[in-house]
């Protein structure tokens, strides 16, 4: 049996977050994933400023490919605006082994199958024992399951479902561009390119607004690759998606169960506007990891909600249709 002060399920950007701000204080701890890093992750790797301020590490530290974007293309019912902002796109695999090497703990391949409490003390598959165990596994965290599904049941309206695919494409549009309700999804689809020759594309939509509509999201990629192919976007590529579940903000009160947590997606902390995961999971994995050093409760009460500042976004979108405003 290996001991150790605290176990994290799952080695993303929540996991590895939570990793590091434990060992850079000393505390004793282990990442186990069921995937060897460095490894692929859909995604369109959508990450803000304030990541890397969390972090505590600036942008131009970031050793891996970063792609800047200063403005967004937004399209609304067959309208474009563009949207004023600083964002970047990162590619995961290279993101979160970045993160998971900068925190320095030991990471293990391991499948968690049996979570056990004993003493106070979490027993995992007989091979590990914890004081804290903290579940950054994703919507399908075994740490959630075990200890959170009662009571923190989710809601299955929030749940969102996409479809995408990122591949290596000799691009002619370098800007980002993000399309809302085409065709009546009930979600958005975007087209991202990234430094070093890749594309991300990709749709996601509520799942319970599809089955309303008796649509799958089957359907609506097929639309949406040949908008792709029509207007030039994408050339010459077979597609082959992946698809990811979700669960967008709702109910995280209850984020702690004794000495368990859950943080990222495990708790269902995608923003409310755009279902952006990445800096949810940093902020909520380096929360988690304070109280645990402390020794206090903890509160998801400040993890942002929201992508964009609203009243910004709102502007521009006035001033779209509104030439003079």
Not at 27 to 55: M, S, Y
Not at 161 to 169: A, I, Q
Not at 178 to 193: E, I, K, S, T
Not at 231 to 254: E, K, L, W
């Amino acid at each position: 049996m290996q001991d150790y002060d605290v176990i994290i399920i799952g080695g993303g950007p929540a996991g590895g977050a939570c990793a590091g701000e434990l060992s850079r204080n000393g505390v004793k701890c282990r990442i186990l994933d069921k995937q060897q890093f460095p490894r692929n992750k859909l995604c369109a790797g959508w990450v803000t400023p304030d990541i890397f301020h969390d972090l505590k590490v600036s942008v131009n530290d970031y050793p891996c490919d970063l792609t800047t974007f200063n403005e967004l293309y937004f399209h609304l019912r067959k309208k474009e605006f563009r949207f004023k902002t600083r964002q970047y796109a990162v590619r995961r695999h290279e993101f979160d082994h970045w993160l998971l090497e900068t925190a320095g703990v030991p990471v293990s391949t391991h499948h968690v199958r049996k979570i056990d409490r004993k003493n106070d003390l979490y027993i995992i598959d007989d091979l590990y024992r914890c004081k804290y165990l903290v579940g950054a596994g994703g919507t399908h965290c075994p740490v959630y399951k075990h200890f959170f599904s009662d009571i923190n049941p989710r809601s299955r309206d929030k749940l969102v479902v996409t479809l995408e695919e990122e591949f290596p494409h000799e691009f002619e549009i370098s800007d980002c561009h993000l399309w809302f309700f085409n065709n009546g999804l009930p979600g958005y689809a975007w087209y991202v390119p990234k430094t070093g020759g890749y594309v991300n594309t990709g749709i996601g939509a509520y799942l319970s607004g599809l089955r309303k509509h008796n649509e799958n999201i089957a359907y609506h990629w097929n639309l949406f690759v040949k908008y792709l192919l029509q207007n030039g976007m994408i050339r010459d590529h077979r597609f082959n998606p992946g698809s990811a579940i979700y669960y967008v903000r709702d109910n995280v009160d209850q984020v702690q169960n004794n000495g368990a947590f859950i943080i990222g997606d495990a708790a269902g902390l995608a923003t409310q506007d755009m279902g952006e995961g990445i800096g949810p999971a940093i902020q909520s994995g380096i929360l988690v990891a304070q109280a645990i050093i402390t020794g206090s409760d903890v509160s998801f009460q400040d993890v942002k909600k929201q992508s964009f500042d609203r009243h910004k976004l709102a502007f521009s979108l006035l001033r779209s249709f509104i030439p003079f405003a």
